[in-house]
């Protein structure tokens, strides 16, 4: 090994005793991503001048983005040495760094709504995170680059999410992720389908982009061959962008209740897939194995959870008068399905709706989607595991002698799993708490009329990246009332539960800067 390669290690290990991680190296890794970020500008701009509008916001912020990302990446040092401690640095901060440099377009569109900082930061983490929640309660003021920039931000940030889902987290051993995820993916079916980030990030991307196309195309000809005459090549686009991503993002006031019934039903579709395990539609349709979906526990539940919220809500818009037959059939599945995928769009105004239907959205928010997808909250898999945990304890309550391990796809998961999944679990909820007395603290404050359960409802669907809430939030309404603490206070929730919550908190710990 040659001399100035011996010192550059020791100097790296120097760092990582005194401050536990490698600061510079999770610098340059975070410059490096956010320089490859910059050119992600060059589509709303592209946009902007096909419309005869001004490109220079994006112009602007794809400046500013490159400049910060080369002055971090030129100021630290590059290293291949950067492990597991320097990854939850660098995701919490790339994603927060992200987000605070997409909000640049919004703070100089000349939009009134979009002017403050906190709102403008809102309205990106929205989109990076795949959230859905928006300040904006005019959509018609906003130029159709601007509108493409909200859309697209979800993609990118769905595009993150499979890269964090399924190449990062379950390295990090974040909530279970890294047993649940080898246990999942048995060699038999996977192959070597999780081998390296750069391998598994590339696979999952172009499958991603992959069926994103196929809305588009779909979506596409729904609106040439008249079908739905609301739906056009720029609205394919934009909502098949917020589609796969299970964002939620429209470019009209009452989302999806203004196309016609059969891009709801399609939208349903997509979101179904956007919220299946990335890695079992790999095997499903790339690998050509359909029986995959059947033989995996995660997507049976899944699915039971779809069909079984489905019909709840079905049966009481029935039993309302509120809706009948396709229709109530129709907005009960795409209510179900939206908010369980944590998608987030609306076909119909459920705020409206009884207070059983509040009810069961309400539990449906802490559904959220498969593990290994762009779907948020806190995963199938884990309430499957949970679930199993439970029906083990009242076993052993009855028959104390029997050994009774968990398993899942096949496989036995070990304690330790086990104690991180119920752990994350307990945060979860734990930190909806917090965040709903915040706000709700906050907006009495403030005179804000906002009632226990709205306040839990809005830090749940934030935390969930969800999108809609209840009250003036609701699917149909908009997040500006509220005022900037709580902005930011949902903004940090939004972060928070895209990263699942463990990535974030670990670094506010002293073990983790001690060496």
């Known amino acids: 090994m040659s001399p100035s390669r011996t010192r550059a290690r020791l100097r790296r290990a120097v760092r990582r005793e005194t401050f536990g991680i490698d600061v510079p190296a999770a610098l340059n890794l975070v410059g490096t991503l956010v320089t490859y970020f910059s050119p992600a500008f060059l589509v709303p701009a592209a946009v902007a001048l096909g419309y005869g509008e001004s490109p220079w916001p994006f112009v602007v912020a794809g400046a500013v983005t490159a400049v910060v990302g080369l002055s971090?990446?030129?100021?630290?040092?590059?290293?291949?040495?950067?492990?597991?401690?320097?990854?939850?640095?660098?995701?919490?901060?790339?994603?927060?760094?992200?987000?605070?440099?997409?909000?640049?377009?919004?703070?100089?569109?000349?939009?009134?709504?979009?002017?403050?900082?906190?709102?403008?930061?809102?309205?990106?983490?929205?989109?990076?995170?795949?959230?859905?929640?928006?300040?904006?309660?005019?959509?018609?003021?906003?130029?159709?680059?601007?509108?493409?920039?909200?859309?697209?931000?979800?993609?990118?940030?769905?595009?993150?999410?499979?890269?964090?889902?399924?190449?990062?987290?379950?390295?990090?051993?974040?909530?279970?992720?890294?047993?649940?995820?080898?246990?999942?993916?048995?060699?038999?079916?996977?192959?070597?389908?999780?081998?390296?980030?750069?391998?598994?990030?590339?696979?999952?991307?172009?499958?991603?982009?992959?069926?994103?196309?196929?809305?588009?195309?779909?979506?596409?000809?729904?609106?040439?061959?008249?079908?739905?005459?609301?739906?056009?090549?720029?609205?394919?686009?934009?909502?098949?962008?917020?589609?796969?991503?299970?964002?939620?993002?429209?470019?009209?006031?009452?989302?999806?209740?203004?196309?016609?019934?059969?891009t709801q039903w399609v939208t349903v579709v997509f979101m179904i897939l956007g919220a299946t395990n990335f890695a079992l539609l790999y095997v499903g349709i790339v690998r050509r194995r359909p029986r995959a979906f059947a033989r995996d526990d995660e997507f049976r539940a899944y699915v039971l959870v779809l069909v079984a919220g489905s019909v709840v809500l079905f049966s009481e818009l029935v039993r309302a008068g509120l809706h009948g037959g396709e229709e109530a059939a129709r907005h009960a599945a795409f209510t179900t399905v939206s908010i369980v995928t944590t998608t987030g769009f609306a076909s119909t105004d459920f705020n409206i709706w009884t207070a059983v239907t509040a009810f069961t959205i309400f539990g449906l928010?802490?559904?959220?989607?498969?593990?290994?997808?762009?779907?948020?909250?806190?995963?199938?898999?884990?309430?499957?595991?949970?679930?199993?945990?439970?029906?083990?304890?009242?076993?052993?309550?009855?028959?104390?002698?029997?050994?009774?391990?968990?398993?899942?796809?096949?496989?036995?998961?070990?304690?330790?799993?086990?104690?991180?999944?119920?752990?994350?679990?307990?945060?979860?909820?734990?930190?909806?708490?917090?965040?709903?007395?915040?706000?709700?603290?906050?907006?009495?404050?403030?005179?804000?009329?906002?009632?226990?359960?709205?306040?839990?409802?809005?830090?749940?669907?934030?935390?969930?990246?969800v999108g809609p809430s209840f009250g003036f939030a609701g699917p149909y309404g908009s997040f500006a009332p509220f005022s900037d603490l709580s902005t930011w206070a949902l903004t940090a929730l939004m972060w928070l539960g895209r990263l699942e919550i463990l990535p974030v908190l670990v670094l506010f710990t002293r073990q983790y800067w001690r060496a």
Do not use: C
Not at 88 to 112: E, H, M, R, T
Not at 149 to 156: V, Y
Not at 191 to 214: E, H
Not at 370 to 391: C, N, W, Y
């Open 365 to 465: 928010m802490f559904v959220g989607g498969s593990a290994g997808s762009t779907g948020g909250g806190i995963k199938v898999v884990r309430h499957l595991v949970i679930a199993k945990m439970l029906r083990r304890e009242l076993d052993l309550t009855v028959h104390p002698e029997i050994v009774a391990p968990v398993r899942v796809y096949g496989r036995g998961v070990d304690e330790r799993a086990l104690r991180d999944v119920v752990v994350f679990a307990f945060i979860y909820v734990g930190v909806v708490a917090a965040g709903a007395f915040v706000v709700l603290l906050d907006s009495a404050g403030a005179d804000l009329v906002l009632t226990p359960f709205q306040a839990l409802a809005a830090a749940a669907t934030a935390l969930g990246n």
């Open 72 to 262: 971090l990446e030129r100021s630290t040092k590059r290293s291949n040495d950067a492990g597991h401690r320097e990854g939850f640095v660098v995701v919490a901060l790339v994603w927060a760094l992200i987000a605070v440099l997409g909000a640049i377009p919004y703070l100089l569109s000349g939009n009134d709504e979009l002017t403050s900082p906190a709102n403008a930061v809102f309205e990106s983490m929205s989109g990076f995170t795949t959230t859905g929640s928006s300040v904006i309660t005019d959509l018609t003021h906003l130029d159709r680059g601007m509108l493409m920039w909200r859309q697209f931000t979800q993609w990118l940030g769905g595009a993150g999410i499979v890269v964090l889902a399924l190449a990062i987290l379950p390295r990090l051993r974040v909530g279970g992720r890294g047993a649940l995820f080898h246990a999942e993916a048995p060699a038999s079916e996977f192959g070597d389908l999780a081998t390296t980030i750069r391998d598994t990030a590339r696979r999952f991307v172009v499958l991603y982009a992959a069926l994103t196309a196929t809305q588009i195309v779909v979506l596409a000809v729904i609106g040439w061959t008249g079908l739905d005459d609301a739906m056009n090549l720029y609205e394919a686009v934009a909502h098949s962008f917020a589609t796969l991503s299970t964002g939620g993002f429209s470019t009209r006031a009452r989302s999806l209740g203004e196309f016609g019934a059969i």
